[in-house]
């Protein structure tokens, strides 16, 4: 209705301008009709551009397809059970992180954990690196290794004897699991408050 109106308005203006030209009986050059069609375009898409955004926000808003398919097949990595923590020999700080995995999400794909390509990184609040191979272990309590299948189950096992300064009490932390093929996993918990030979992390 808006549009309809400028429109109107512009037509409006259009024939007093030639009816004015008319009665100077001055002709209408070519430049001048080039401009005014110019003019008319320019309002015109004024009102179909935001048509378009329109429409491409409903597409974003709308149901996902590739992308959600996407995520519906790559397999997930959930924690079961809890994170467990040991102390290192001198009782004072963390020496290892231990908890279990298990696929899951909508998808029954597996997940490859295998040590050659998957990876594990150590985040806190003043560094992020990733633990070296042979500092971490994945040890298959239920089914066959190096692909975590559905149903199965893998242990991770995260040496933190090397971190230094090394972890101590009340101090968050995070360990991301980044497997070859699936979506990846952070675990986050705190150091209790007193270090202990085994600690159920929080």
Do not use: C
């Not at 308005?9 to 080039?34: D, M, S, Y």
């Not at 096992?157 to 090397?162: A, D, F, G, N």
């Not at 971190?163 to 996993?185: C, E, H, K, Q, W």
Request: hydrophobic share 40%.
């Amino acid at each position: 209705m808006i549009e309809q109106t400028y429109i109107m308005r512009i037509t409006g203006l259009f024939r007093r301008a030639t009816t004015e030209l008319n009665r100077n009986q001055r002709g209408i050059v070519g430049l001048e009709i080039a401009i005014i069609v110019l003019v008319l375009m320019g309002i015109i898409s004024m009102f179909t551009v935001p048509d378009l955004t329109k429409k491409i926000r409903g597409a974003e808003t709308g149901p996902a397809s590739g992308t959600s398919d996407l995520a519906e097949s790559t397999a997930e990595l959930v924690l079961i059970g809890g994170v467990v923590g040991t102390e290192d020999p001198t009782g004072s700080f963390v020496d290892s992180i231990v908890f279990r995995l298990t696929p899951g999400g909508k998808s029954l794909r597996s997940v490859d954990l295998s040590t050659e390509g998957a990876s594990v990184a150590y985040l806190d609040d003043f560094r992020a690196f990733d633990i070296p191979q042979g500092q971490w272990s994945a040890v298959w309590r239920r089914g066959n290794g190096p692909i975590l299948d559905h149903s199965e189950i893998v242990e991770i096992r995260v040496s933190l004897r090397s971190l230094y300064p090394p972890l101590g009490t009340r101090t968050a932390f995070a360990i991301r699991i980044n497997p070859v093929r699936g979506s990846v996993l952070t675990v986050r918990r705190t150091t209790p408050s007193k270090i202990a030979s085994i600690m159920d992390l929080k």
